[in-house]
């Protein structure tokens, strides 16, 4: 799986749009990008998955440029209940494999 | 929206009891998971099953644990003998077939060994 790295953490204010990027240089040709939100003492949460371009749900934006080394995800008009770990992963959709879950970022949304 | 349950939520066992985790994945999922995060540590990945076997597993999961589906809807995850590093949230997920990485997640089981 290819190693992804997104900052540690991210502070912001309720309302405005938070954008955490992950950078993935190793990102394969089948691989897709894929996020997750956890909060604590509980399972993470999928949010997303793109494979280029833009991909939008009602939760969140997901930008990928062209080369595919990095991703962004955007969380419009957070609000405290957005306060969470966010993880960036990368892996074949098509397979069953394991999710290699890092630190990811934590975000902290405040009034 | 469907979901994956876990039972208990909690529970506390003492060193080098057997314990039993059990989970009730998405019925028309295929692939199951047990993953744990100790406190303050990152989600690592235990094993996956398919088909009625284990496909992949991490380093973690050694001798001490077990994994069955005794009855095509339970998913159960069992330790031998637990010890004190045992302790950690414990969580279960489940995907269908094609689904990929868009794994739903139990909420968990905290397991306290003292």
């Known amino acids: 799986l290819a190693k992804t790295t997104q900052p540690i953490s991210m502070d912001s204010y309720e309302g405005q749009e938070v954008n955490i990027t992950c950078s993935h240089n190793n990102i394969a040709t089948n691989d897709y990008i894929t996020w997750y939100q956890q909060f604590p003492s509980q399972g993470p949460r999928f949010i997303i998955q793109?494979?280029?371009t833009k991909v939008t749900n009602e939760v969140a934006s997901l930008f990928i440029p062209a080369d595919r080394k990095s991703s962004t995800l955007s969380l419009p008009r957070v609000s405290l209940s957005d306060t969470a770990v966010y993880y960036c992963l990368v892996g074949d959709k098509n397979s069953g494999y394991a999710l290699n879950f890092g630190k990811g970022t934590s975000l902290l949304v405040t009034p | 929206e469907p979901e994956v349950t876990q039972t208990p939520s909690h529970q506390v066992t003492q060193m080098g009891q057997e314990v039993i985790l059990r989970c009730v994945p998405i019925?028309?999922?295929?692939?199951f998971y047990w993953y744990r995060q100790i406190l303050g540590q990152k989600v690592e990945f235990l094993v996956s099953f398919y088909n009625n076997e284990i496909s992949e597993k991490s380093e973690i999961f050694d001798d001490q644990f077990s994994v069955e589906r005794p009855d095509g809807s339970n998913f159960t995850l069992k330790i031998r003998s637990t010890k004190l590093e045992d302790s950690a949230m414990y969580f279960c997920a489940s995907i269908p077939l094609t689904q990929g990485y868009g794994y739903t997640f139990g909420s968990g089981t905290r397991l306290t060994v003292v």
């Open positions: 019925s028309n999922h295929l692939y």
């Open positions: 793109g494979y280029k």
